[in-house]
T-cell receptor, first 115, second 114 residues
Framework: NAGVTQTPKFQVLKTGQSMTLQCAQDMNHEYMSWYRQDPGMGLRLIHYSVGAGITDQGEVPNGYNVSRSTTEDFPLRLLSAAPSQTSVYFC??????????????FGPGTRLTVT | DQQVKQNSPSLSVQEGRISILNCDYTNSMFDYFLWYKKYPAEGPTFLIS?????DKNEDGRFTVFLNKSAKHLSLHIVPSQPGDSAVYFCAASAISYNTDKLIFGTGTRLQVFP
């Protein structure tokens, strides 16, 4: 099992550009989520999904879109990148029905810089 | 307002000794707590959890203690090994209040030296 994979590992964007961060998992987990990690702050939830076709907002959803067309994939779209979106982004999945409260499996992260 | 605080950004411990990582919370509704550890260039991995109906949970070398009256939890690693060098995050939630919101602390970097 590859677990949770994320691409790309690094990305530099100019302000106003858009892009999609890819996330895939091969563990057949229903719950998937996106977090951002910033210096001096804990992980913060951006969006999450409890299954294919179902998504919802987390703590910091502004400027991001998600969709969940399959169980395996959960891409995160930046609509118009801003310097405030410079961060490390983690995708995670879990097998239980308690979402974040179950053991989550994290991807290796994408380091995004917006200039 | 940081509801989950890890006031020590870093900790250095000799191999074989005990490592104690601390976490304080301000929200008295929190009743479920988790610890994750993170190596550089990797995502966090789940370590251990504890519910507020317990005051201790143990898994091998890792033990988490919960002091509800002090709103404080601690992770003990005994004995510490160089492979334990990582950043440790605590996280809290209020399960009994029908929320699945999880609040993470800012992390403590543990270095275990030979």
């Amino acid at each position: 099992n590859a677990g949770v994979t994320q691409t790309p590992k690094f990305q530099v964007l100019k302000t106003g550009q858009s892009m999609t961060l890819q996330c895939a998992q091969d563990m057949n987990h229903e719950y998937m989520s996106w977090y951002r990690q910033d210096p001096g702050m804990g992980l913060r939830l951006i969006h999450y999904s409890v299954g294919a076709g179902i998504t919802d907002q987390g703590e910091v959803p502004n400027g991001y879109n998600v969709s969940r067309s399959t169980t395996e994939d959960f891409p995160l779209r930046l609509l118009s990148a801003a310097p405030s979106q410079t961060s490390v982004y983690f995708c995670a999945s879990s097998y239980g029905d308690r979402g974040q409260l179950d053991e989550q499996y994290f991807g290796p992260g994408t380091r995004l810089t917006v200039t | 307002d940081q509801q989950v605080k890890q006031n020590s950004p870093s900790l250095s411990v000799q191999e074989g000794r005990i490592s104690i990582l601390n976490c304080d919370y301000t929200n008295s509704m929190f009743d479920y707590f988790l610890w994750y550890k993170k190596y550089p260039a990797e995502g966090p991995t789940f370590l251990i959890s504890i519910s507020s109906i317990k005051d201790k949970n143990e898994d091998g070398r890792f033990t988490v203690f919960l002091n509800k009256s002090a709103k404080h939890l601690s992770l003990h690693i005994v004995p510490s090994q160089p492979g334990d060098s990582a950043v440790y995050f605590c996280a809290a939630s209020a399960i009994s209040y029908n929320t699945d919101k999880l609040i993470f602390g800012t992390g403590t970097r543990l270095q275990v030296f030979p």
